[in-house]
Structures are given as structure tokens and as C-alpha cells.
């Protein structure tokens, strides 16, 4: 996985002033790729780990990451991992965000994942303050838009205060 450090600035109250923004990318084939957000200290290198997940379980560099296979074959964003060490920061909620905009522009509609955290089903969950509805009355299977997801982009950008400038989403978490 080849990764790479977004070239946006984060206001310091959301994020000490040494954090950055990653991106990781691998093509698993012609339609799908493996894509890794994560927030941390340092640029990862290939050869340094075998996943972020793996990583972020030995280092205190990684407050957040999220990994998703984003499969243009099946117009599907799948959610795999979503981890983040700073609650109630708005850290899940900005991870979840990059990693749906980056299918939004990637012209993927559908999202899926399983609810499989300890806030499942609760009413203040963030999947579902992102618009996404269970699929069945009893499990974890979920689904969701990116368009619904992007166009409460600008809401969330207000109450979190992510940033210190202004920029393009689709410069940042467009084609690549």
C-alpha cells in the first residue's frame, strides 16, 4: 500500500498541531480498490506494516483510521475498519466522511457495513447520524448514500471546525 500526507491544515483545537492526514491506496483489481484514511504523526511506509489496523494497535501515532474497499463494479463503498482513540472529538465522524466523499467523487452511490460497535442500534450512533438504516429489524448489516453523506458535508464541517483554510473536497478526496 502506497500512502501518502494530504496537504490540508487542521484547526488545533480538533487536532494537536503535529497530526496530519493520510492516505493509503491498493488496487486489488481493474474495479476495486483498498482505500486507508488515518490521522497520525508520520507517513507510513509500504514496508513499515502490514495493515494501519495492525499498526495502530502498537503505536500511540494513530488516534483514527478508517479502511474501505471502494469496488466500482458493484457501485459499492464497503467499510471494513473505523477506529478512532479520541471520543467525542468528531475524529470517527471526519474519518467516516473522507473515506465516503473519496466514493462520492469516485461516482459510487451505495455504502455497507456492519454495526459491530459497542453503540449499535444506540440512538446517538454515528453510522446512523450519517444517514445510514439497518437493513433487517435484528443485525448489524447496514447501508447508506454518499450523495446524502456529501451533502451534509458543509453541517458537519460547521460543528466540528475541522479546518484552518478553505480547500476543494474534490482536489482533496477526489480522483487519484
Known amino acids: 500500500m502506497n500512502f501518502t500526507r494530504l496537504q490540508i491544515q487542521f484547526n488545533t483545537t480538533f487536532l494537536p498541531e503535529n497530526m496530519g492526514l493520510y492516505r493509503g491506496?491498493?488496487?486489488l483489481k481493474s474495479s476495486c480498490i483498498i482505500v486507508v484514511y488515518y490521522v497520525g504523526t508520520k507517513l507510513l511506509d509500504k514496508n513499515d506494516v502490514y495493515s494501519v489496523s495492525e499498526f495502530s494497535k502498537n503505536t500511540r501515532d494513530i488516534p483514527g483510521f478508517i479502511e474501505v474497499i471502494i469496488d466500482a463494479g458493484e457501485n459499492a463503498l464497503y467499510i471494513k475498519f473505523l477506529s478512532s482513540v479520541l471520543a467525542n472529538?468528531?475524529?470517527?465522524?471526519?474519518?467516516m466522511c473522507s473515506a465516503i466523499l473519496t466514493g462520492f467523487f469516485r461516482g459510487i452511490n451505495n455504502i455497507y457495513l456492519d454495526d459491530v460497535t459497542c453503540?449499535?442500534?444506540a440512538e446517538n450512533n454515528l453510522y446512523v447520524k450519517l444517514g445510514m438504516i439497518y437493513l433487517e429489524d435484528?443485525?448489524?448489516?447496514m447501508t447508506g448514500n454518499t450523495g446524502a453523506v456529501h451533502d451534509m458535508w458543509p453541517g458537519i464541517?460547521?460543528?466540528?471546525?475541522?479546518?484552518?483554510?478553505?480547500?476543494?473536497?474534490?482536489?482533496?478526496?477526489?480522483?487519484?
Open 89 to 95: 472529538r468528531g475524529l470517527g465522524t471526519f474519518l
Open 138 to 141: 435484528y443485525g448489524p448489516d
Open 25 to 27: 491506496t491498493e488496487s
Open 157 to 176: 464541517l460547521e460543528k466540528y471546525k475541522y479546518f484552518n483554510q478553505d480547500f476543494s473536497l474534490s482536489d482533496v478526496f477526489g480522483i487519484f
Open 119 to 121: 453503540r449499535f442500534r
